[in-house]
């Protein structure tokens, strides 16, 4: 199974819903709120974001791929699932 | 300070900055309410209602940018997706807001 990961904020609702969709699929992942990390951690998720050109979040990465915002289609293709009802 | 009070005060305002640029609030009530919501605390925290969506970077050209409404530092970007990167502005003439996905600029092909 592919590793998924993301970073996500405590106060957007679509980083609320990629939990949800990865928690529901029963897809285990990790996350880092980055409101509520250290001002080092946050430099370097900021550091990893820019080399991305990524401005928005939630930001996904789901095995070597990356997903910037909630795209449950997305998620479902590369994970190789059938549903990404939104 | 008072939440719904702060809220109210923000709908107020931000409905005038909008509406003149197309815009109106998502008619998905209950997302609009958790949205105004977090921007009440953002800006209690931190003196401005910023974008519960993007990261504040503490740096301040860029975090201008994610001062709420937004939309004038994005337009290109949130008038092809016809909201905004959060959801709490849609097209006035969206009925569905579930319908918008969420799209970075990038991949629609906007700098």
Redo the contacts between chains.
């Keep these: 199974m592919k590793k998924v990961s993301m970073y996500t904020l405590s106060t957007c609702p679509w980083c609320r819903k990629t939990k949800q969709f990865f928690t529901e699929h029963n897809i285990p992942f990790k996350f880092t709120d980055y409101d509520l990390a250290d001002e080092t951690t946050q430099d370097k998720i900021m550091r990893e974001l820019d080399v991305e050109g990524v401005n928005g979040f939630p930001f996904v990465r789901i095995g070597n791929q990356a997903v910037e915002g909630y795209q449950p289609k997305r998620f479902a293709e590369l994970l190789g699932i059938g549903s990404g009802a939104e | 300070m008072n939440i719904e009070s702060r809220k109210k005060a923000l709908r107020y305002f931000f409905a005038k900055v909008v509406e003149p640029m197309g815009f109106k609030f998502t008619p998905d009530a209950e ?1 609009a309410e ?2 105004l919501e ?1 921007e009440v ?2 800006e209690a925290k931190h003196g401005v209602p910023f974008c ?7 740096d301040r050209s860029r975090d201008m940018k994610i001062v709420c409404p937004c939309i004038p530092f994005h337009r290109e970007h949130f008038d092809a997706m016809k909201r905004c ?3 709490l502005f849609v097209h006035r003439d969206v009925t569905d807001p ?2 918008l ?7 629609m092909g906007i700098e």
Excluded: T
């Design positions: 997302l958790f949205l977090q605390k953002l519960p969506c993007q990261p504040i970077r503490r990167w959060c959801g579930n319908s996905p969420q799209v970075p600029a990038k991949e």
